[in-house]
T-cell receptor, first 118, second 115 residues
Framework: AQKITQTQPGMFVQEKEAVTLDCTYD???????LFWYKQPSSGEMIFLIY??????QNATEGRYSLNFQKARKSANLVISASQLGDSAMYFC???????????????FGKGTKLSVKP | GAVVSQHPSRVICKSGTSVKIECRSL??????MFWYRQFPKQSLMLMAT?????????EQGVEKDKFLINHASLTLSTLTVTSAHPEDSSFYIC???????????FGDGTRLSIL
């Protein structure tokens, strides 16, 4: 079974509107972290936002927020007020054994390609 | 500013050449670094975990003798693609983390093209 599932291969959003990118995960580890990265066409991986399994509140970082629903094992990324520069691939990733018991490698989803229309 | 530096950003070379890619953590010591491979329009696949002072841990299906990893210091890991062939052409990207709940920071990646 896939550990990270991103069901949307591609998404379109109108500039200045909000968009939600879906991510569900599967783990039996009680201690894990969820990360979102942005990969523009140039290839670099840009860290956007992080949510720990023990965090009580949803993470926010500027225009990015994470809709964390632990019982449903989902960690959707919400981008508000989309900009043309937001067009990129977006990857959801998980690290298990966050506070020990893991070498720290990330498990990535297949990604969602977001296109922002002017 | 960048916390992980990867060099070179692009390599084009003939089949049979060995190619070395460097990954440096710039402002922290990384006992563990990671090497990923990414095919076009696909996700990142972990190739190996690079451990300072010990042998790398390779993922299943990754040839140890083809992809040599050396973690010579707490700030430098190198990936050498030995006797590269066209099927080795890909985007290779490294990362490092301060550990715990800290994010992995990635280098800018290396586009390797073997002719």
């Amino acid at each position: 079974a896939q550990k990270i599932t991103q069901t949307q291969p591609g998404m379109f959003v109108q500039e200045k509107e909000a968009v939600t990118l879906d991510c569900t995960y599967d783990t039996s580890d009680p201690s894990y972290g969820l990360f979102w990265y942005k990969q523009p066409s140039s290839g670099e991986m840009i860290f956007l936002i992080y949510q720990g399994s023990y965090d009580q509140q949803n993470a926010t970082e500027g225009r990015y927020s994470l809709n964390f629903q632990k019982a449903r094992k989902s960690a959707n990324l919400v981008i508000s007020a989309s900009q043309l520069g937001d067009s990129a691939m977006y990857f959801c990733a998980m690290r298990e054994g966050l506070y020990g018991g893991s070498q720290g490698n990330l498990i990535f989803g297949k990604g969602t390609k977001l296109s922002v229309k002017p | 500013g960048a916390v992980v530096s990867q060099h070179p950003s692009r390599v084009i070379c003939k089949s049979g050449t060995s190619v070395k890619i460097e990954c440096r953590s710039l402002d922290f010591q990384a006992t563990t670094m990671f090497w990923y491979r990414q095919f076009p329009k696909q996700s990142l696949m972990l190739m190996a975990t690079s451990n300072e002072g010990s042998k790398a841990t390779y993922e299943q299906g990754v040839e140890k003798d083809k992809f040599l990893i050396n973690h010579a210091s707490l700030t430098l890991s190198t990936l050498t693609v030995t006797s590269a062939h066209p099927e080795d052409s890909s985007f290779y990207i490294c990362s490092a983390s301060r550990g715990g709940n800290q994010p992995q920071h990635f280098g800018d990646g290396t586009r390797l093209s073997i002719l």
